[in-house]
């Protein structure tokens, strides 16, 4: 972790972060508005964005909307307190990677954005994996099925990725859980929304259905 940025108008929240991150020696920058941290976010180069989604002048959401749009793949982590159900799906259908709600313990801060960069940055491979109608670019990560685009955020991607990599085997909730926040306990409800924004993207548009929930398990793909 080498550059971080945050995005926070909370003052008091922005300064614990500001100290924490100096105690780490880890390099960051700041920004205390949306406009101003989406100019940032664009022109800049950071390992992970730290995202409050109640800013003033371009609120979180429509910040990371535009971020992706203009093919910004920076990992994102939201922090908000808004921790109902569909704020959380909006969140990762814009283009966010993970979330945590206010108050938040640093310590799980610092370990959600090593392991979203460790995946953003060293986990590409060169080679493609395909199961059935799905095919997965790994290099450029990119999945297709029967052609068509998937439009996943990242950590959708990872999810997908380790699926198709293990395909027709089930993958169990603690190895989807280890992949996303290591040795942190399972985050049902983060899981449980990550795994409805890439059916969404996998199945929804399609005639068939190819992510299997095996109950009690975990989940699958099958043809």
């Known amino acids: 972790m080498k550059k971080i940025l945050i995005i926070e108008d909370d003052k008091n929240v922005a300064s614990v972060l500001c100290d924490f991150f100096e105690s780490l020696q880890v390099e960051f920058d700041y920004a205390s508005n949306g406009k101003l941290g989406f100019q940032l976010a664009a022109e800049g180069h950071f390992d992970a964005i730290v995202l409050d989604l109640m800013l003033p002048r371009m609120n979180g959401l429509d910040l990371c909307k535009a971020l992706r749009s203009q ?24 283009g966010a990677d993970d979330y945590l709600t206010k108050p938040f313990d640093l310590e799980v801060l610092e370990a959600r954005l090593r392991a979203l960069i460790r995946r953003y940055k060293g986990q590409v491979a060169s080679s493609t994996l395909s199961f059935g109608e799905l095919c997965i670019n790994r290099k450029e990560k990119e999945a297709f099925r029967e052609g068509i685009p998937l439009k996943l955020n990242p950590t959708s991607y990872s999810i997908l990725e ?6 027709p085997q089930v993958v169990s909730k603690q190895e989807i859980a280890s992949l996303l926040w290591e040795d942190e306990e399972i985050n049902t409800e983060a899981l449980r929304v990550h795994i409805y924004h890439l059916r969404n993207q996998l199945d929804k548009p399609f ?11 975990g989940f699958k793909l099958e043809v």
């Not at 093919?71 to 159900?85: E, Y």
């Not at 005639?207 to 398990?217: D, F, I, N, R, Y």
Request: hydrophobic letters at 40%; aromatic letters at 2%; proline letters at 5%.
């Open 71 to 94: 093919g910004v793949d920076t990992p994102v982590l939201m922090l908000t307190a808004m921790d109902s159900r569909e704020d959380l799906l909006k969140g990762y259908e814009l």
């Open 162 to 167: 380790l699926l198709c990599r293990k395909a």
């Open 207 to 217: 005639s068939s259905q190819m992510l299997k929930t095996v109950p009690k398990q």
